[in-house]
């Protein structure tokens, strides 16, 4: 999905049965509470948990405290050459997008949040800085 702007991210995790269309697929995405995270530090780590090395933090210090994490969770469906549902793959469900719940307030905007030597200014349009998932897993973590 490459929609990169405040509105859809709110959106995802507020408007329940949310639908978005991109690639011939169909996407309805409803939000899940999976847990709290307790910062000490402020320093948070996001990277898939089964890669143990470079465990850097992001440069951006975080609030501290205990905060829920929330799944926008995509229930993904193909859609044939009409747009109609259907097609040859079976529908799936897949985490779409994952957040920490800092305030209890609408995003009005966002940055990027980024490691160290990280440079913005070399990415082009619509690219962005993030971390594999070759295991199918993400995870948030404090430093």
Known sequence: MQEHDPDFFET???EE????????YEYR?????IGQ??????????????D???MEPFTETFPTGTFPVQLAIAQVTPLDATG????EMEPDERVALARIVFADKPVVSWKMAV???SDVTQLAANEFFGYGVDAG??????G
């Open 12 to 14: 995802a995790f507020t």
């Open 115 to 117: 490691w160290e030597n």
């Open 52 to 54: 143990i090395f470079e």
């Open 37 to 50: 995270l307790h910062v000490q530090t402020g320093k948070i780590v996001a990277k898939d948990p089964l």
């Open 137 to 142: 897993t993400g995870s948030f973590l404090y």
């Open 84 to 87: 109609e549902t259907g097609g």
């Open 29 to 33: 995405l409803f939000c899940k509470e």
């Open 17 to 24: 049965g949310f639908r978005t269309e991109q690639h011939n």
